[in-house]
């Protein structure tokens, strides 16, 4: 008989890129914890990965070879892909060959997220178990209606302050936009509860749609909006969207220097080193 074990079928990928137009080499950009020992940004979104249970692996895929020295250096399973990549999705669809071939089930952990509760992810998983068919699936949570007042007030500024999501009755993902969506009126009932879903750029995927992905030019809607996951939906390929609770700490993503001072405050208060 076959030893017993954790399920083999999920890979978590963490794409990393040196070059960043807002924030260059923040891979390596040292964040500090709880006890003020810094560590790089790789390093910490690595283990806030490796907190997620059900996974089999976590990956460090990136193109450049200070980050790759960096990773290997506090253990991590590291693969090269190519520079060319656009965006996230393609990186992880670059990884897919050196991925565990038993990895059915691939999740895209943002880099720059290492704030991300396990929990979210643990969701994720679940759902692409629970539905064999499901070739993609993101994550949303319902927006406050302070978050709410605080997209519309970004957008009026003209910020992006987030990605919105609307779904179909069977939860798949009809459209994403830096734009707030759907649209209320003001003065609406609503907007005390505003029907709102604030996106997560957390993925989950099946090789099949990863390489789908990587083959086809991304779209105009893509290309527009800046949104890498609109690709998916111009081909016809459903994106499942796993709607969860908002976290219970504010999971900030490391966009630019400003973001180091409250990371490292919710990494403190939460015991992190």
């Not at 807002?22 to 810094?38: C, D, M, V």
């Not at 069977?170 to 003001?186: D, E």
Request: overall charge negative; hydrophobic content about 45%; proline content about 10%.
């Amino acid at each position: 008989m076959a030893p017993s074990g954790p399920p083999r079928d999920v890979a978590i990928v963490i794409p990393a890129r040196y070059k960043s137009s807002r924030y260059p080499g923040k891979p390596l950009a040292g964040i500090r914890g709880a006890t003020g020992i810094a560590k790089p940004l790789v390093q910490r979104s690595f283990e806030a990965a490796g907190m997620v249970a059900g996974a089999a692996s976590v990956h460090i895929a990136t193109d450049d070879d200070r980050i790759a020295e960096a990773a290997r250096a506090f253990g991590a399973s590291v693969i090269l892909t190519p520079e060319s990549c656009a965006n996230g999705t393609e990186r992880v669809a670059a990884a897919l060959p050196d991925l565990p071939d038993a990895a059915e089930i691939i999740v895209n952990f943002q880099g720059d997220a290492l704030l991300t509760p396990p929990a979210l992810v643990e969701a994720l998983i679940a759902h692409m178990r629970a539905d064999p068919a499901c070739g993609v699936a993101t994550v949303a949570v319902r927006c406050s209606p302070t978050a709410y007042r605080h997209l519309l007030a970004d957008q009026a500024a003209g910020r992006s302050g987030g990605t919105t999501v609307v779904v179909d009755q069977a939860g798949r993902a009809l459209y994403f936009s830096k734009r707030v969506i759907p649209f209320i009126q003001p003065g609406s009932p609503a907007e005390a509860d505003p029907p709102v879903l604030m996106h997560l750029g957390l993925y989950a995927y099946r090789r099949q749609a990863l390489e789908g992905y990587r083959a086809a030019p991304p779209s105009p809607a893509e290309e527009h909006e800046g949104l890498e996951q609109l690709r998916f939906l111009d081909r016809g390929i459903a994106v499942a969207v796993v709607r969860c609770d908002p976290p219970e700490w504010d999971a900030i993503e490391l966009n630019n220097p400003t973001d180091m001072a409250p990371i490292e405050a919710v990494l403190a208060t939460r015991g992190l080193v």
